[in-house]
């Protein structure tokens, strides 16, 4: 059977593939023409001649094609092999690093890996091909592959952008409509690291259109469209997002790019599956595994041990994939295995590698069976023994062997564990990572209690009064009119006083308290607030009209702190409170009494868990009690009381939570339609305003504390 194909992959894998199928495969074939000698050599303005001498001149140039990323140029000689003697030539002149010659059946495979991409030319000179590269960097260069969908010729008229419009595709696509003034327009389109770079070669760019479009809502992956000017040409900038793909072509006068959303699928086969080798390119047909291997041993310097049951031949056709995806392919499709150590690679059957492997652990346990034992002592500093010995023999997962055990004596802290030597280093392994100190914080709550109250109260008494005569209903008619008593006012004092009555020797009787006719008073208790009193009599003070007049504004503030703190340990509860425990009679199933106690205390119930970053993580539980004003049984509680989870950062202070409250009142009592009358209806009514404000916040504070650092610093 006839093994035929070609490669197209890394210098050193040309060579040597090159060598291994010319000299397993086709040994005993004739070619009719061979390669002599290869020559390289300088010319001017940066250009490298190629001289390749052949046994007899080719009739004509060979078939030739390059390759971007890497940048290689390739040249196919058909029935033609190679009498060089080595298959890989190290050059280093101007843009060519080297050239490997690669034969595979009756073909022969010339390929210049370049430092760059650039043009070249190919010449026929008697019984050598001439290969000239430029020294001109081709579109896109190194910095990213080019597609180029026409060319710019000198000369050549100035050309326009008509619009540059953005669609959604049905797909979810994002797609770029750019309308062109003619289809002759240069286009250049290239990569430049996540972005998709269009330049339209010697064509204007309207004002209107040099903007950026922010596409974001769309819902696609492209983002911003940026559309600039550059010298004489335009260049649009697509700045997609993720993992896309794209895709560009031109119908007549527009340019459409479309980019979308690649698949997951896409992706893995995209990124290599997270195969990190160089890539290469393989293409044959029923090619034995065993050499396949060999040379991917060759390329990577690997040393590969392939087993005798290692057989068979493959068909393989991969494009631009890292090697050890390849070799992971290759394996996959035979049902292969590999263990590798180091540098080396022992490939096999997975069935015999999983019973090597298994033959291995179980003459490892043997051996562990049949290992004597030992004793040692291991003292502990900070861990307590019976936790650290209950670690060790727990059951559902065993540190200690099946013949280990382990001892402790409580009144040292000292643990003694026998067991194997190799299990008595994992016993002292861990206990280096367990028996450490401790870590504490000190956690500090502030509970804040603010009040700010404000009342105020207007009220009034009116009373007629005659000394030895009766009354008006209202108090005023008897005094209205009469102009032959002229009246005369006096000013009381405060409510209460008390005077002798109006008699022959003048004196002027106190205010009344017992003919009122409109008694709304503010309501203040004796001595408080203000009063005004006026007393209207005639001149034989016989007659009297009683005036009082009674204010109360009151303002008042109030601010109470609680702070209790707690030093605990990590993942330690610790409680701390301070109050009274109310005593109350309660009776019992008996029927006689008992006292039992409620407790009104200031509380502070934590357990902490100090990250690895620091932070503190925190179960709390913050009580504010007080007993209540109600007289009643057992005793009401008045309870201020939060109960959360928090994390907060070391040294750090949040509030964690609040209580606002706000009692607002307004009221009026008055004698219907006088209090109503304007100017003196006041002497008619009472007005009454509250406005109380209390406020309830809570802080809490951790601090993780040094080891160094007592409670009282």
Do not use: C
Request: glycine share 10%; net charge neutral.
């Amino acid at each position: 059977m006839k093994i035929q194909g070609f490669l197209n992959f890394s210098p050193i894998l040309s060579g040597l593939l090159g060598l291994l199928l010319a000299a397993a495969s086709f040994a005993a074939h004739a070619q009719a023409n061979t390669i002599e000698s290869i020559n390289v050599s300088p010319a001017t303005g940066g250009k490298v001649i190629v001289r390749v001498t052949l046994k007899d001149a080719p009739a004509s140039p060979p078939a030739g094609f390059t390759v971007n990323n890497p940048p290689r140029i390739a040249f196919d000689f058909p029935n033609t092999g190679s009498a060089l003697g080595r298959s890989a030539q190290e050059v280093g002149e101007g843009d060519l690093r080297s050239i490997n010659v690669v034969q595979a059946g009756d073909r022969t495979r010339l390929v210049l890996n370049l430092s760059r991409a650039t043009s070249y030319d190919t010449q026929i000179e008697g019984r050598a091909l001439l290969i000239t590269l430029q020294g001109a960097v081709a579109a896109g260069g190194p910095a990213g592959m080019t597609t180029r969908f026409a060319e710019s010729r000198p000369g050549e008229q100035r050309h326009a952008l008509r619009d540059i419009d953005f669609r959604r595709g049905g797909n979810g696509e994002g797609r770029i409509v750019v309308d062109l003034s003619d289809n002759a327009v240069g286009i250049d389109l290239k990569l430049l690291g996540k972005t998709i770079v269009v330049d339209f070669i010697n064509t204007a760019l309207p004002k209107n259109l040099q903007r950026r479009l922010d596409v974001t809502d769309f819902g696609t992956p492209v983002q911003t469209i940026d559309a600039v000017t550059q010298g004489g040409n335009t260049r649009v900038v697509i700045e997609p997002r993720g993992n896309w793909e794209h895709t560009a072509y031109q119908s007549d006068n527009r340019f459409i790019v479309e980019v979308k959303q690649q698949s997951q699928e896409q992706d893995r086969i995209a990124r290599g599956g997270g195969y990190t080798g160089e890539k290469l390119s393989l293409n044959f047909q029923n090619v034995e595994v065993r050499a396949v291997l060999q040379v991917i041993a060759d390329f990577t310097g690997l040393n590969i041990i392939t087993s005798d049951t290692v057989s068979g031949s493959l068909t393989l056709r991969l494009k631009d994939v890292p090697w050890d995806q390849a070799l992971d392919i290759i394996l996959q499709s035979k049902g292969l295995d590999m263990r590798k150590t180091g540098n080396v690679v022992w490939i096999a059957p997975r069935d015999e590698l999983a019973t090597r492997e298994k033959l291995a652990l179980e003459a490892q346990q043997q051996i562990s069976d049949l290992e004597p034992t030992r004793t040692e002592s291991f003292q502990l500093n900070y861990q307590k023994g019976a936790d650290f010995q209950k670690l060790l023999s727990d059951p559902q997962q065993r540190i200690l062997s099946k013949r280990g055990s382990a001892v402790v004596d409580s009144r040292t802290n000292m643990i003694f564990v026998q067991d194997t030597p190799s299990r008595l280093e994992e016993v002292r392994k861990l206990l280096r990572k367990v028996d450490v100190p401790v870590r504490q914080v000190m956690i500090e709550s502030r509970i804040v209690e603010a009040t700010d109250t404000f009342s105020r109260n207007l009220g009034v008494r009116l009373g007629y009064r005659e000394e030895g005569g009766g009354r008006s209903p209202l108090g005023l008619g008897n005094s209205i009119g009469n102009t032959n008593r002229m009246p005369v006012v006096t000013f009381g004092g405060a409510l209460g006083t008390v005077a002798p009555n109006a008699g022959s020797d003048g004196t002027v009787p106190a205010f009344s308290t017992g003919n009122l006719n409109v008694n709304l008073p503010a309501p203040v208790g004796a001595g408080s607030g203000g009063l005004f009193s006026m007393i209207l009599f005639n001149q034989s003070r016989t007659k009297f009209i009683d005036l009082e007049l009674s204010a109360l504004q009151a303002d008042g503030k109030g601010k109470v702190i609680s702070s209790p703190r707690v030093l605990t340990a990590d993942q330690v509860e610790a409680i701390i409170e301070q109050g009274t425990e109310v005593p109350y009679q309660q009776a019992t199933s008996s029927g006689a009494t008992s006292v039992s106690f409620k407790k009104a205390t200031l509380s502070l119930k934590v357990k902490p868990q100090i990250t690895p970053d620091d932070n503190v993580i925190m179960n709390l539980r913050i009580n504010k009690d007080s007993v209540s004003t109600l007289a009643v049984t057992p005793p009401a509680i008045e309870t201020k009381q939060i109960v959360t989870e928090v994390l907060v950062e070391n040294g750090g202070t949040v509030v964690i939570g609040g209580i606002y409250t706000q009692e607002e009142s307004s009221g009026t009592n008055k004698v219907p339609v006088l209090g109503d009358l304007p100017y003196v209806g006041f002497l008619f009514k009472q007005n009454l305003k509250r406005d109380d404000r209390r406020e309830l916040l809570i802080f809490i504070s951790p601090k993780v504390l040094k080891d160094n650092l007592t409670l009282r610093q």
